[in-house]
């Protein structure tokens, strides 16, 4: 579990980053973090692992303070997959890049070997095993960072921006491995501007502007806060701004698609 | 890396060092690094010193020049002992580490206080190669994005259980090669698509393009240079002539 309490970080150019973060995050949640570029959501995911401490405030994880541990600990815990896959692929192979953190962590040879073909497996990666990562497209670059991540099974998966540089099959596979995951009892936390893709997995969405946690709740319930929602400019999911016109107008239980389209504004009335 | 980004890291300022000419900026950093090396005792350095921190606080720029004062002491020292090994005197030893922090300090503040923009027009007026300076500015630029780059590559690396700041000096050097790949290869992919973005914007399309921004020297300029020649001029003669009888 992960508890920030009132956490305020400023950053060394007194930019306020975060400004009174209370939020908790449970065992086994799926929650999607949003907001507009610089509302904080990367800065409050670097305070999980301990890369950055806060100003002010205090953030647990497993009760334990993120000041009182390292950095390399927390991530045993929290693996966190970065926006950019270009920042931490540097191995000869696409397999060496995998193990780098198992070794990190201590794991036994034979245990790396097992855990490294499991990743390849299930990310579609095995015919790369032995390529330079460097090579991979920007979608394989991004599949290969979440299967060094879940290689070493960290009890919370942290997924910023996933779906940048995906085609809309590999998003399908992505929101699939987060069912799965989700569905074995770990916590993922998804950061992105993607809301068409956080709608399908009916998550827990928290808002968040200029470092300010402004709504928190079930999936259904916030996003059909329009206003909330525009303030932080996160666009409504098209399906629920469809459904949410036809709830407001009175006594219209079937509608023509042409009507619809008129009636939300899509075409002029002739 | 994050001395080289505090120290020599442009930051725009509104002191009156900032609106001088970049020329006559350059001038003073020239005159200040050659008194510098003219220096020949360690009360002589100390002048020069305490002009190039006079510089710096008429800049504004104190508190970051310190701290790039307090960040070359490692290199320092490192002069320091070589010195002192190989001349069995402290006196040079010391004089050496300290023009090595006088250096870096003379250079920083042109550095600081001149953007990137004025640069370009400081080399041209050089009449340096068109190429040349574009390349030279650039890399002056991109060193905010590189450090930026270097932050986010460690935080990755940390992220997948890499300690940093674990073991001896050869364990942390081995450590830095997953946060040194990634950074080369991000900026040799960086300097192919911004060529290619260059190309595509007609770069090297005119033979001898023509400036937004022509600088004209202000009398307030001609001034400032000015006193800054005669200061050397006074502070050269007074390290061979005058300071020596005083300080026998």
Redesign the interface.
Known sequence: MIEFRDVSFVHQNGVKALDGVSLTIGDGETVGIVGENGAGKTTLV?HM?G?LKPSSGKVLVDGVETTAT???QL??KI??A?Q?P?????SESVKEEMA??LR??GFPPEVVEQRVSWGLELFELERYKESSP?VLSGGEKKRLTLA??LA?DPQMVVLDEPTVGQDSIQKEKLAGTIKMLSSSGKTVVVISHDIEFLWPMQPRVVIMKSGRVIMDGQAPQVMLEKEVLESARVAQPEMVSFYAAIRDRPRAPFVDPLEAARWLGVMKPR | MMWLSGGFVFRRGTSVYHKIDPRVKLLISVLLFTTTLLARYLYELAIVLAFMLAVATIAKVLRRVGRTMLLTVTFSVIIFVLNFVFTRSLETSALYASRFVAIVVSTSLFFITTSPDELEQVMKTFRLPRDVVFAFVTAVRFIPVMML?TI??M?????????LEKGNILRRVRNM??VL??LV??SV?RSGELAEAMESRAYGAVPKPTSLVQYRARNWDRLVAAVAVVLFAVTAYSFYFVLQGIFP
């Open positions: 670097k692992t890369l390292s950095t390399a991530s045993r693996g966190v970065f950019n270009d920042h931490q692929l540097f780098f953190a990190n962590f460097l060094c991540i070493w | 780059d986010q590559i935080d990755a690396q940390k992220s997948r259980g890499l300690e090669i997953p790949i990634p290869v991000n992919v």
